[in-house]
């Protein structure tokens, strides 16, 4: 993903995203179930917000789908580690993220309820 693909950043970040790209081409997937996806975002205009909260749930879904879910969360014991756990806490405590955030809350309830 990149970021601040707006105003005057716009040139710059779709230069990034071609460079991103073309470096992705010569590294192997890490997971035969997904291949990594290249995405231009802006949070101050939300530009690129769904399609990426899309390629989230699709992630999500491929991992579950090929079993890596199940397999990732049983060796890891299930939980974040410290580290993570501080660094999405503080991601969600930022007052921009928390507008995003209700934005997407009705998709995420609905895109992990269970089935």
Request: aromatic content about 6%; glycine content about 6%; some cysteine.
């Amino acid at each position: 993903m990149v970021n601040k693909c707006d105003g005057e950043n716009s040139t710059r970040a779709r230069l990034a995203l071609s460079d991103l790209r073309s470096a992705l081409r010569y590294l192997p997937r890490l997971r035969p179930s997904w291949s990594t996806a290249c995405l231009a975002v802006s949070g101050q205009t939300g530009e690129g917000v769904d399609a990426l909260w899309e390629t989230v749930l699709a992630q999500r879904k491929a991992l579950e789908e090929s079993g890596e879910l199940r397999s990732r969360a049983s060796s890891s014991g299930g939980g974040w580690s410290p580290l993570v756990r501080e660094a999405l806490e503080a991601s969600f405590a930022h007052p921009a993220w928390r507008r995003c955030c209700r934005r997407w809350s009705a998709r995420c309830c609905r895109a992990s309820a269970p089935r």
